[in-house]
């Protein structure tokens, strides 16, 4: 027999008044190590600094083609995994002190990837390699920095058109390979060129790049990080 619509509702409310209540349901407790979902991995653990889609954030945008063109898996799962000393970029690997598995990062790693890459972002470009191959001279650096970067950040680095790119409060945050990667890369988030784009069809050699690091690295205040 079907009950009245009118009636349930009159049954619903005096078992409400007589202080009766049904038990809420609660929804299945996951492991945090179980937890296999990029969108969720990433939101937790990299959207803080990299920003939510890869951008827009206060550490090397993650979504960038260019950034995912020079540095392979190998380099981002080892970043995520041990982080880099002397500077904000913690270690989330369980093995090193964090709280993800490798599998998590594996997850993390291979979603930046799949999401965000574009394999023919550099056509016939060859960017600088992502590591240096000597040490820079911060003499040659300063001269490079005059003509690629001088026209945004000042003639000593210290702002114009851009932020002070020596200031010694981020200087002593960001390691020489970030102010590499970032000199590489660029940041078009916030209208930073990349390596090809200071100077119109003069882009920076891989000399230039390691020695306008060398540069800056030497404006770093000491027991800052290295």
Not at 163 to 174: C, D, E, K, Q
Not at 178 to 197: F, V, Y
Not at 200 to 209: F, H, N, W
Request: glycine share 12%.
């Amino acid at each position: 027999m079907k009950i009245p619509a009118i009636l349930l509702a009159a049954i619903a409310a005096a078992t409400e008044a007589c202080g009766v209540r049904t038990a809420p349901v609660e929804p299945a407790m996951v492991a945090p190590s179980s937890v296999m979902d990029f969108n969720v991995l990433y939101a937790r653990n990299c959207s803080g600094c990299h920003g939510v889609d890869g951008e827009d954030g206060a550490a090397i945008s993650l979504g960038n083609p260019i950034y995912l063109a020079v540095a392979d898996n190998a380099t981002i799962t080892r970043i995520a995994s041990d982080g880099v000393p002397g500077t904000s970029m913690p270690a989330f690997a369980k093995r090193s002190g964090g709280i993800l598995t490798d599998e998590q990062i594996g997850v993390i790693t291979n979603g930046i990837r799949t999401r965000w890459a574009k394999p023919d972002a550099m056509r016939d470009a060859q960017p600088p390699p992502y590591c240096a191959q000597g040490p820079g001279d911060p003499k040659r650096g300063e001269a490079a920095f005059g003509m690629y970067c001088a026209s945004c950040h000042g003639a000593e680095g210290r702002g114009g058109r851009a932020a002070s790119i020596v200031n010694g409060s981020y200087l002593a945050l960001v390691s020489d390979q970030s102010l590499r990667t970032t000199i590489i890369a660029g940041r078009p988030d916030m209208a930073n060129p990349d390596w090809r784009g200071d100077v119109p069809g003069k882009p920076m050699s891989p000399e230039d790049v390691s020695d306008v690091v060398a540069w800056l690295a030497a404006q770093r205040p000491q027991g800052g990080s290295q």
